[in-house]
């Protein structure tokens, strides 16, 4: 399929703050199926966590690969947030529905997503276990060694290797979901056109991307209880920023 060109708008570096105000509205408008969404999400990341403490070399990687697959996770509170828009009462059901509803090029993007989370794994499985000899048991072990025993520098570059990780997949699914569940479109365009979006509106994203980091660090550290409210409230200000950074009019809508 031949790459279809997305207009890209700018906005201003602030934007991102009313990204989140708009998703709290949205929020506080469908609170149930919002919220039990966010406690799926955070379910499956406490059951992720337990497996990780039973395999600690899984650890690092699996909490921090949990987060990567984070974009596809909102499929059905972007769902809910157009439904809003056009006035409708979302319910619970259409959460699920837009799970079944699942293109193609959304499938193909979930796998994507889940295949980089999982190769996130391995590495840092393999990096731990050859270069860390101290004991890691626990959230709270690992936290000790990344601020008080690193001296190796072990630490700092699967840092360094997972922002860079992080800020590829970012770029590459910044809009890109939402776009695939509202429009009729290919996935490389869709990829494309968020990587566009990040590249044309470099201060506000990289603004949207702390916004994000800050909101999921706050969830970890509530041993993902947060992610209950996060994932929520990210998932329809990230809707919304979908709708101030693309014009995707020219698009057929999705059925």
């Given at each position: 399929?031949?790459?279809?060109?997305?207009?890209?708008?700018?906005?201003?570096?602030?934007?991102?703050?009313?990204?989140?105000?708009?998703?709290?509205?949205?929020?506080?408008?469908?609170?149930?199926?919002?919220?039990?969404?966010?406690?799926?999400?955070?379910?499956?990341?406490?059951?992720?966590?337990?497996?990780?403490?039973?395999?600690?070399?899984?650890?690092?990687?699996?909490?921090?690969?949990?987060?990567?697959?984070?974009?596809?996770?909102?499929?059905?509170?972007?769902?809910?947030?157009?439904?809003?828009?056009?006035?409708?009462?979302?319910?619970?059901?259409?959460?699920?529905?837009?799970?079944?509803?699942?293109?193609?090029?959304?499938?193909?993007?979930?796998?994507?997503?889940?295949?980089?989370?999982?190769?996130?794994?391995?590495?840092?499985?393999?990096?731990f276990g050859l270069f860390v000899k101290?004991?890691?048991?626990?959230?709270?072990?690992?936290?000790?060694?990344?601020?008080?025993?690193?001296?190796?520098?072990?630490?700092?570059?699967?840092?360094?290797?997972?922002?860079?990780?992080?800020?590829?997949?970012?770029?590459?699914?910044?809009?890109?979901?939402?776009?695939?569940?509202?429009?009729?479109?290919?996935?490389?365009?869709?990829?494309?056109?968020?990587?566009?979006?990040?590249g044309d509106n470099p201060v506000a994203?990289?603004?949207?991307?702390?916004?994000?980091?800050?909101?999921?660090?706050?969830?970890?550290?509530?041993?993902?209880?947060?992610?209950?409210?996060?994932?929520?409230?990210?998932?329809?200000?990230?809707?919304?920023?979908y709708g101030d950074l693309v014009d995707?009019?020219?698009?057929?809508?999705?059925?």
């Amino acid at each position: 399929m031949t790459t279809q060109v997305v207009p890209i708008r700018q906005v201003a570096p602030t934007r991102p703050l009313h990204w989140l105000a708009l998703g709290w509205r949205d929020f506080r408008r469908a609170a149930w199926p919002s919220g039990f969404h966010g406690l799926v999400v955070a379910t499956g990341g406490v059951l992720i966590l337990a497996l990780a403490f039973q395999f600690t070399a899984l650890l690092p990687g699996a909490v921090s690969g949990f987060v990567l697959v984070g974009p596809i996770l909102a499929t059905g509170l972007y769902d809910i947030s157009r439904r809003l828009a056009t006035g409708q009462t979302p319910r619970l059901d259409h959460v699920f529905g837009a799970w079944k509803k699942g293109t193609r090029p959304l499938i193909w993007l979930g796998v994507l997503l889940m295949i980089a989370g999982t190769l996130w794994v391995l590495v840092s499985v393999v990096l731990f276990g050859l270069f860390v000899k101290a004991p890691i048991e626990s959230l709270y072990a690992f936290v000790r060694y990344a601020v008080q025993q690193q001296g190796d520098l072990l630490f700092g570059l699967w840092l360094l290797a997972g922002a860079l990780g992080g800020a590829v997949v970012f770029a590459a699914t910044a809009v890109s979901v939402p776009l695939l569940l509202d429009r009729e479109t290919d996935l490389r365009s869709a990829i494309l056109t968020s990587i566009r979006a990040v590249g044309d509106n470099p201060v506000a994203m990289t603004v949207w991307a702390i916004v994000i980091m800050l909101a999921t660090a706050l969830s970890l550290a509530t041993a993902m209880l947060g992610f209950i409210f996060v994932v929520p409230i990210i998932g329809h200000a990230t809707w919304h920023a979908y709708g101030d950074l693309v014009d995707s009019s020219a698009l057929p809508l999705r059925r």
